[in-house]
């Protein structure tokens, strides 16, 4: 038997609905502090007192790189490599020229214009040029053909680039020919089968400090750019390379976190992450070797005292790094100082 639905409303008491509506009061109360940050009901915001703790991954659009204060990594700024045979004062001047207007900021611009705008390399260089003015006081002196090597990755070939404007400009028939790795066009730089590479000082003196003396002794590059230059020059002398000046323009190893990441900690500084960061909530991003490498975690490690509470197995720099980043996976990951994802 189907017992059908009641369609009476009983009448309450007045004792009844003073308990109804206290018990009402009550629950919306409770409703109300589920919605309170940090509740259940709505997560709050990491701050900068979760530090004992770690920082928690915080997600954002723009890329910034903590200052490296105690020098962890060594001075890869880059620098002209010539073939001593080639290497006459116009040429080095010419050179030279470049490196006066380059620093990181304007290296990381290149490669925006390049990687992210799509222009060629040697229409980003010829902007660049362009704006800097560059080929301004240089005279068609010499004349020739030149061969200017340049390595299998765009920033590279952009650096040719800029060299060939220079170098045509005081004469001489230069060309850009790319050669893949240093392994490749090192020995045509020392042969004389190019003249000219750009080139990365701290990479090339451990490079060259392998060719010449078998990777034994100390390192050739160090934190230190002078001493970097210095050994790189003497080691140059010895396979008849010569180095015009440095720049300011670095592509080495960093460390990035996001903008939202740095202010919500408070952290611009390598010794800021530590003194704030360490502990379980901080995601360490990097290539799988990074815990091993002394410029990456085990380097962290040593001279800052930074303790992260879990490392993701990433890239070496690459997308995989930026993405996790970007997406608040990671806290902090190994990046290139140089990457285009740096450009404000």
Same mark, same amino acid.
């Given at each position: ?21 206290? $018990? ?20 709050? &915001?990491?701050? &900068?007192?979760? @530090? &004992? ?17 105690? !020098? ?17 004062? =116009? ?40 704006? /800097?003015? $560059? ?8 004349? @020739? ?9 765009? /920033? ?10 220079? $170098? ?18 090192? #020995?045509?730089?020392?042969?004389? =089968?190019? !003249? ?21 002794? /100390? ?12 050994? $790189?020059?003497?080691?140059?002398? !010895? ?35 530590? /003194? ?14 990074? #815990? ?17 509470? =879990? ?5 070496? @720099? ?27």
């Amino acid at each position: 038997m189907r017992i059908p639905a009641r369609t009476s409303t009983a009448r309450t008491s007045p004792a009844r609905a003073a308990a109804i509506a206290t $018990l009402a009061l009550t629950l919306a109360g409770a409703l109300t502090a589920c919605g309170e940050a940090g509740s259940s009901g709505t997560e709050e &915001a990491p701050t &900068a007192e979760a @530090g &004992a703790e770690g920082c928690a991954p915080v997600a954002g659009e723009q890329l910034v790189v903590l200052e490296d204060d105690k !020098q962890l990594q060594n001075t890869d700024n880059v620098i002209p490599a010539v073939n001593a045979a080639a290497a006459t004062p =116009e040429l080095l001047a010419a050179l030279d020229a470049v490196s006066a207007a380059l620093d990181t900021p304007k290296l990381i611009e290149l490669n925006r214009a390049v990687d992210v705008d799509r222009q060629t390399p040697a229409v980003a260089a010829q902007a660049f040029a362009d704006a /800097e003015g $560059l080929t301004e006081g240089l005279t068609a002196t010499q004349s @020739g053909p030149l061969t200017i090597g340049a390595a299998n990755f765009s /920033e590279n070939q952009t650096l040719g680039e800029l060299y060939r404007i220079v $170098l045509t400009a005081v004469g001489y028939e230069a060309t850009v020919q790319q050669i893949g790795n240093r392994e490749l066009y090192g #020995p045509a730089l020392q042969s004389g =089968e190019i !003249q000219v590479v750009p080139e990365y000082a701290a990479t090339m003196a451990d490079y060259l400090h392998g060719v010449v003396e078998g990777g034994e002794g /100390e390192p050739a590059s160090s934190s230190d750019l002078d001493e970097t230059v210095a050994n $790189l020059t003497a080691l140059g002398e !010895q396979v008849g390379v010569v180095f015009g000046t440095p720049s300011q323009a670095q592509d080495q190893n960093a460390f990035a976190v996001t903008q939202e990441f740095a202010d919500t900690y408070d952290v611009a500084t390598l010794s800021d992450l530590a /003194e704030k960061c360490s502990g379980a909530a901080t995601v360490l991003g990097g290539p799988p070797e990074c #815990p091993e490498r002394d410029k990456c975690q085990l380097g962290l490690e040593e001279v800052y005292d930074f303790r992260a509470g =879990e490392f993701s197995s990433l890239d070496a @720099g690459g997308p995989q790094t930026k993405a996790a980043l970007t997406s608040g996976e990671i806290s902090v990951g190994l990046v290139f100082s140089s990457d285009a994802s740096l450009a404000g």
